[in-house]
């Protein structure tokens, strides 16, 4: 992408109205425009990024056994009526009437409507198990909106939700999305502390949210001192295997506690434990037959019997996701993407455009890195190196290439690796090589 055409509104000064670092950043990078309290425009750069960590999410929810599909947004309230929950959640469901005066609300969840899509097509046990999941855009009405896309009104989410026959099944489908939420975050750069946490509204006895360490996360939580240098995925199981034994240890030794005082239940001692605070980014229900007795989601069990089915639910906030990275990944002049998720891989900085030497390599490097299968955002504007380095910094692209008439004299270009600040001279041939390996 040429930033001479790109539409990358960026800022020097920093909006009054942002209170965080990732909403200063969202804003001074051109990634998203208010409409409203708590409702955003994503902007184009804001937008690559927002579609791989949907992707990398969407990946690793298949790789569970979870097969997607795409619910609307606009739902029946006689659906929530038969499930208890419509006048039970409260003023943050917003709520609407069409034309012919029926109830409608924008959907803050989907527990009820894939639980009306289940008992519609699943009659055996035969069926199950089955998770189904979809990526979607959700409306809850915040009294409060603020710090962004970390707590606005509309947010893009992920919802899986899980059918099993028994108690036994569940329970492994609910560890099946512990390990892949596990891996999600891995992918996305983020290390994640599974915390047990209060179902709420949702309803059950059994939930985890993932935590990102963050200064200004709003959540307190105690966790293992080794945490963020431990890899639990280095022997993790494979979905196929027994579970039981990996969920133990992490949630046994690993995973944090809302209180200090949860400890006396925790083989870990004391003296093990650090304070911290950080940012829920993923939730995780397992319900039993919350939604399915008073649904009616029942199937003929292997006795023929009717049996209500056992499910979960298990939501990650993708756009919030995005804020949470950039509060863990940022230093004074912007953010530092992760290399997985960053809106382009490579920034190519064009010192003097109109210099026919300088020109000509600097196409030619973008041609090449573009047929390498690399996103490349090639700075050919007609703006000072000051301000070009400031921008790419700010973005937080992973690697800098940079070309100028001074080096190439030389035979050298500079590559520069955002998230140490480490520059090194390469020929054009050997920078090309370590981009492209």
Not at 109 to 121: A, C, K, L, V, Y
Not at 366 to 394: C, I, S, T
Request: proline share 5%; net charge negative.
């Amino acid at each position: 992408m040429r930033l001479s055409s790109f539409f990358m509104p960026t800022l020097k000064e920093t909006p009054t109205e942002a209170q965080i670092v990732s909403h200063r950043l969202m804003l001074r990078a051109g990634m998203i425009r208010q409409t409203s309290a708590g409702i955003y425009a994503w902007l184009p750069l804001g937008h690559r990024v927002l579609k791989k960590i949907e992707q990398i999410v969407r990946e690793e929810q298949n790789a569970a056994g979870a097969q997607e599909l795409l619910m609307p947004t606009i739902q029946s309230a006689d659906l929530w009526r038969e499930s208890g929950r419509y006048d039970d959640y409260g003023k943050e469901m917003l709520r609407i009437t069409d034309r012919h005066d029926r109830d409608m609300l924008f959907g803050p969840t989907n527990e009820e409507m894939i639980t009306d899509i289940f008992r519609s097509f699943v009659k055996s046990y035969r069926q199950l198990p089955l998770n189904l999941y979809h990526i979607q855009w959700k409306f809850r009405d915040e009294i409060r909106p603020r710090f962004g896309v970390m707590r606005g009104r509309e947010f893009l989410m992920k919802d899986a939700y899980s059918f099993d026959i028994d108690a036994a099944s569940a329970r492994r489908s609910y560890q099946k999305m512990f390990l892949a939420y596990l891996r999600t975050f891995a992918r996305l750069g983020l290390k994640a502390i599974p915390m047990r946490a209060d179902t709420g509204p949702i309803g059950g006895d059994l939930s985890h949210e993932f935590i990102i360490l963050a200064e200004t996360g709003e959540s307190g939580v105690f966790c293992h001192k080794d945490w963020m240098e431990l890899d639990v995925l280095k022997d993790a199981p494979g979905m196929d295997d027994d579970l039981q034994p990996f969920f133990d240890r992490v949630t046994g030794i690993y995973a944090a506690t809302d209180e200090k005082h949860d400890v006396a239940n925790s083989p870990v001692p004391e003296s093990d434990l650090v304070s911290a605070r950080g940012i829920e980014v993923g939730h995780i229900f397992n319900f039993g037959t919350k939604y399915s007795k008073p649904m009616n989601a029942v199937v003929a069990g292997p006795n023929g019997e009717s049996v209500p089915v056992e499910m979960g639910s298990y939501g990650i906030g993708v756009s919030r996701l995005m804020g949470a990275i950039i509060e863990a990944s940022h230093d004074d002049n912007g953010i530092v993407w992760p290399d997985a998720v960053a809106p382009f891989n490579v920034g190519l900085i064009n010192l003097k455009v109109g210099d026919s030497e300088t020109d000509r390599v600097c196409q030619d490097l973008y041609a090449k890195l573009q047929a390498a299968g690399l996103d490349v955002a090639y700075d050919d504007r007609d703006e000072r190196p000051g301000a070009k380095f400031a921008d790419m910094d700010l973005i937080g692209v992973p690697w800098q290439l940079v070309v100028g008439p001074r080096g190439l004299k030389t035979g050298v270009v500079e590559l520069k690796r955002r998230a140490t600040g480490v520059k090194e001279e390469l020929s054009v041939d050997a920078a090309l090589a370590k981009l492209t390996q």
